[in-house]
Protein backbone atom coordinates (compact mmCIF):
# COMPACT_ATOMS: atom_id res chain seq x y z
CA UNK A 1 0.00 0.00 0.00
CA UNK A 2 2.99 1.96 0.77
CA UNK A 3 4.49 1.62 -2.45
CA UNK A 4 1.70 2.10 -4.25
CA UNK A 5 1.05 5.34 -2.74
CA UNK A 6 4.65 6.74 -3.16
CA UNK A 7 6.13 3.98 -5.82
CA UNK A 8 9.45 6.28 -6.35
CA UNK A 9 10.36 4.96 -2.41
CA UNK A 10 12.80 3.09 -1.73
CA UNK A 11 12.41 0.42 0.81
CA UNK A 12 15.33 0.25 3.64
CA UNK A 13 15.60 -1.08 7.58
CA UNK A 14 16.60 1.87 9.90
CA UNK A 15 16.11 2.04 13.66
CA UNK A 16 15.35 -1.23 13.85
CA UNK A 17 12.41 -1.58 11.35
CA UNK A 18 10.88 -1.12 7.83
CA UNK A 19 11.36 2.38 6.14
CA UNK A 20 10.58 3.64 3.17
CA UNK A 21 12.88 6.88 2.08
CA UNK A 22 12.56 9.59 -0.75
CA UNK A 23 14.87 11.06 -1.61
CA UNK A 24 17.15 9.73 1.21
CA UNK A 25 14.77 11.08 3.93
CA UNK A 26 12.18 9.18 5.69
CA UNK A 27 8.60 8.55 4.46
CA UNK A 28 7.12 6.51 6.57
CA UNK A 29 7.95 3.35 8.50
CA UNK A 30 6.27 0.57 10.08
CA UNK A 31 6.59 -1.70 12.58
CA UNK A 32 4.77 -4.94 15.06
CA UNK A 33 4.65 -5.90 18.59
CA UNK A 34 2.95 -8.28 20.98
CA UNK A 35 -0.44 -6.01 21.60
CA UNK A 36 -0.26 -3.70 18.63
CA UNK A 37 1.20 -2.74 15.03
CA UNK A 38 2.83 0.89 14.06
CA UNK A 39 2.59 3.33 11.32
CA UNK A 40 5.62 5.84 11.84
CA UNK A 41 4.73 8.94 10.16
CA UNK A 42 8.33 10.63 10.95
CA UNK A 43 6.73 14.19 10.45
CA UNK A 44 3.83 15.54 13.36
CA UNK A 45 2.38 17.60 10.39
CA UNK A 46 0.16 14.22 8.61
CA UNK A 47 -1.21 13.63 12.11
CA UNK A 48 -2.43 16.81 12.88
CA UNK A 49 -3.98 16.91 9.40
CA UNK A 50 -5.81 13.90 10.18
CA UNK A 51 -6.64 13.94 13.70
CA UNK A 52 -10.25 13.80 13.34
CA UNK A 53 -9.54 10.19 11.44
CA UNK A 54 -6.91 9.28 13.94
CA UNK A 55 -9.53 9.77 16.56
CA UNK A 56 -10.08 6.08 17.18
CA UNK A 57 -6.42 5.17 17.36
CA UNK A 58 -3.38 5.43 19.47
CA UNK A 59 -1.05 8.00 19.31
CA UNK A 60 1.39 6.53 21.60
CA UNK A 61 2.08 10.12 23.16
CA UNK A 62 3.91 10.96 20.26
CA UNK A 63 3.45 13.59 17.70
CA UNK A 64 4.99 10.52 15.46
CA UNK A 65 3.61 7.59 15.81
CA UNK A 66 0.25 5.72 15.03
CA UNK A 67 -0.70 2.02 17.25
CA UNK A 68 -3.62 -0.34 15.92
CA UNK A 69 -4.66 -3.65 16.02
CA UNK A 70 -5.56 -6.00 13.81
CA UNK A 71 -8.83 -6.18 15.26
CA UNK A 72 -9.00 -1.89 14.63
CA UNK A 73 -6.92 -1.56 11.39
CA UNK A 74 -5.97 2.11 9.94
CA UNK A 75 -8.01 2.21 6.66
CA UNK A 76 -6.51 2.34 3.56
CA UNK A 77 -7.61 5.41 2.45
CA UNK A 78 -5.69 6.96 5.17
CA UNK A 79 -2.74 5.46 5.14
CA UNK A 80 -2.94 6.54 1.20
CA UNK A 81 -3.49 10.08 2.31
CA UNK A 82 -0.76 10.25 5.30
CA UNK A 83 1.83 9.01 2.69
CA UNK A 84 0.70 10.90 -0.25
CA UNK A 85 0.84 14.11 2.14
CA UNK A 86 4.43 12.97 3.21
CA UNK A 87 5.47 12.29 -0.17
CA UNK A 88 4.21 15.78 -0.97
CA UNK A 89 6.25 17.00 1.80
CA UNK A 90 9.63 15.65 0.39
CA UNK A 91 9.34 16.74 -2.95
CA UNK A 92 8.66 19.95 -1.47
CA UNK A 93 11.57 20.15 0.75
CA UNK A 94 13.65 19.14 -1.97
Do not use: Q, W
Request: hydrophobic share 40%; no cysteine.
Amino acid sequence: MIKDAAPEAEETIGYGIPLYKLGGKHLVGFGASRHHLSLYVTNSAALREYARELAAFDLAGTKTTIRFTVGNPLPDGLVRKIVEMRTRELNDAR
